[in-house]
């Protein structure tokens, strides 16, 4: 019988000393009369007493049950009890070393391409693809499209291991409208011819507004917090769904459209993160990120309309500290930018800098993935995976240690605590977890916690309750990971943390180790000078069943 891991004491007492019920207090012996009787309770004299088939003793002799014996005596006073020995052993801090190439494959952060304009040939590592939809194929009269017009593209990412960041956008230079069909004929356009030329829809118009706000809210309905859909940017007005119409400032739509249709994402959109081209009409006080579609071309400088100056200006430059921000590399720039011939300027900007400066999670990078040659090549290829593992979050193991307690039966108590930097230059931002995996473990354990509120720069220390274990856990390797609900089946977060007990790639393996002179934990030593087992404790010392040490 046990309570909260500890085994009671008395059943143990009761095995040592025989049944209560089978239990008899000594026989008086009675005067030599030449026979075995006693004078029964009855007072029926010559009634005999005795067992079935038990010996019949020489008068005068006493022929109860033995009330114990040594082994008995022995037995009582060696019962096992659990341990009151809690230990602590922190692991040396030399065997941590940094190695951020391992996080190269972690989700929802680096380069992405776009599987619309062509299947990558490079090889690049990619963990997200970018969906750039028209909205006709995902509304129309009858309600939304979703089964056929953007079900496909999240099953088909999924198989890839992607998670999927979309953009819904009406007026695409070059490219037919995406206003959806019905109505055409009843929201008017102008036409230009910048850019490539197109028709710029009035998105004033109140049946085209309907049209937007019942697609978000159909999307929101289906996809909020589907771990497909890793980002959504919020796209529908202006050129690509970026939110101008320069150089016709005039036609895009009125501050309460943009109101209304922000209002209309983020009600929709609680879980998953958004992201906005520019700060809005009232978009820094909302739940929206932002996303720099001109990366290194005009991220950083004075020029007021650059990315970065614009946040400053609308108040917004620190948001990056609870949303997304993400972007385009420039394509005038993706095939230079990591070369030696790459010259800075206003307008050809150093990656690492805006990187930093901006906190960016992910870039577009077309070229990464199917450009000339294919992709980069040698030292830009190298230059190239650095700025992506520096983008986004990073996590390291700075100490770990683990407490053993109330050993028993080869059994502890066992709790880890794992201190954790992020070396990062933004959040994960969606929920986070720690978990623990053992071959000696039933099951993953996990642990939620606050991590995704970590900023660069800052530790977190996480306590890991196992329960009560096995004594192989603590002697076994321990793998190490982050995990959330918003990653797909086959992701996995890697820690920039490797260890001589850790694989080449996957999690970071840590490995306590606690034995007695070379017995491991649990171990029955030897004899303490009362004849009971000596075991080896979880400080490393064995002791006998009263806690003392063993000399």
């Given at each position: 019988m046990t309570y909260n891991g500890?085994?009671?004491?008395?059943?143990?007492?009761?095995?040592?000393?025989?049944?209560?019920?089978?239990?008899?207090?000594?026989?008086?012996p009675r005067p030599d009369t030449g026979s075995n009787t006693t004078t029964p309770a009855d007072g029926e004299p010559g009634q005999d007493t005795s067992e079935p088939g038990q010996d019949t003793s020489e008068p005068g002799q006493d022929t109860s049950e033995p009330t114990g014996s040594d082994s008995d005596d022995t037995a009582?006073?060696?019962?096992?009890?659990?341990?009151?020995?809690?230990?602590?052993?922190?692991?040396?801090?030399?065997?941590?070393?940094?190695?951020?190439?391992?996080?190269?494959?972690?989700?929802?952060?680096?380069?992405?391409?776009?599987?619309?304009?062509?299947?990558?040939?490079?090889?690049?590592?990619?963990?997200?693809?970018?969906?750039?939809?028209?909205?006709?194929?995902?509304?129309?009269?009858?309600?939304?499209?979703?089964?056929?017009?953007l079900e496909p593209y999240l099953a088909a990412a999924e198989t890839r291991g992607h998670?999927?960041?979309?953009?819904?956008?009406?007026?695409?230079?070059?490219?037919?409208?995406?206003?959806?069909?019905?109505?055409?004929?009843?929201?008017?356009?102008?036409?230009?011819?910048?850019?490539?030329?197109?028709?710029?829809p009035d998105y004033d118009h109140?049946?085209?507004?309907?049209?937007?706000?019942?697609?978000?809210?159909?999307?929101?309905?289906?996809y909020d917090g589907d771990p497909r859909l890793g980002y959504v940017q919020v796209g529908l007005l202006g050129f690509w769904g970026e939110w101008h119409t320069w150089p016709h400032s005039e036609w895009f739509p009125s501050d309460a459209t943009q109101t209304t249709i922000l209002e209309a994402y983020t009600t929709a959109f609680p879980t998953?993160?958004?992201?906005?081209?520019?700060?809005?009409?009232?978009?820094?006080?909302?739940?929206?990120?932002?996303?720099?579609?001109?990366?290194?071309?005009?991220?950083?400088?004075?020029?007021?309309?650059?990315?970065?100056?614009?946040?400053i200006t609308a108040g917004a430059a620190d948001r990056w500290k609870e949303?997304?921000?993400?972007?385009?590399?420039?394509?005038?720039?993706?095939?230079?930018?990591f070369s030696d011939a790459y010259v800075l300027g206003d307008y050809a900007q150093d990656m690492t800098e805006c990187i930093e400066q901006t906190h960016a999670s992910y870039l577009l990078n077309y070229y990464a993935y199917n450009g000339d040659g294919h992709g980069y090549l040698g030292e830009d290829r190298i230059r190239a995976e650095e700025a992506a593992i520096l983008m986004g979050y990073q996590f390291e193991i700075e100490s770990a240690s683990a407490t053993a307690s109330g050993l028993f039966e080869d059994t502890i108590d066992l709790n880890l605590d794992i201190t954790l930097k992020q070396s990062g230059v933004a959040p994960f931002y969606y929920p986070l977890s720690v978990s623990i995996e053992s071959d000696d473990l039933a099951s993953p354990v996990e642990t939620y916690t606050e991590l995704h509120t970590l900023l660069p720069g800052e530790t977190q220390t996480i306590t890991v309750a196992l329960g009560r274990v096995s004594t192989d856990v603590i002697n076994n390797p321990l793998d190490i990971e982050l995990s959330s609900p918003m990653l797909l089946s086959s992701q996995q977060i890697t820690l920039a943390t490797t260890t001589d007990a850790s694989p080449a790639a996957g999690p970071t393996t840590l490995q306590w180790a606690i034995t007695c002179d070379g017995e491991p934990l649990g171990s029955r030593t030897r004899t303490d000078s009362e004849g009971c087992s000596c075991i080896c404790d979880v400080d490393g010392l064995p002791r006998s069943h009263s806690g003392d040490v063993c000399e």
């Open positions: 500890r085994m009671w004491i008395f059943p143990l007492l009761m095995l040592a000393c025989g049944d209560s019920s089978e239990f008899k207090p000594p026989i008086e009582e006073s060696c019962a096992e009890t659990s341990s009151s020995v809690t230990h602590t052993i922190d692991l040396d801090p030399s065997i941590f070393v940094r190695d951020t190439a391992r996080t190269l494959h972690n989700p929802l952060k680096g380069f992405m391409s776009s599987y619309l304009w062509g299947e990558p040939v490079s090889g690049f590592p990619d963990q997200m693809e970018f969906l750039y939809l028209p909205m006709n194929t995902l509304w129309d009269e009858s309600g939304d499209l979703l089964d056929t017009g998670h999927a960041v979309l953009r819904v956008f009406m007026d695409y230079p070059t490219r037919a409208s995406g206003v959806p069909d019905y109505l055409s004929s009843t929201v008017s356009c102008n036409p230009y011819t910048e850019h490539g030329g197109g028709c710029s109140p049946d085209l507004v309907a049209a937007m706000v019942g697609l978000i809210e159909a999307l929101g309905e289906r998953t993160h958004l992201q906005i081209r520019r700060a809005a009409v009232g978009s820094v006080g909302m739940r929206l990120g932002f996303h720099d579609d001109s990366f290194a071309h005009s991220t950083l400088g004075e020029i007021d309309w650059f990315f970065l100056p614009g946040l949303v997304t921000i993400g972007g385009e590399l420039r394509p005038e720039l993706q095939s230079s930018v």
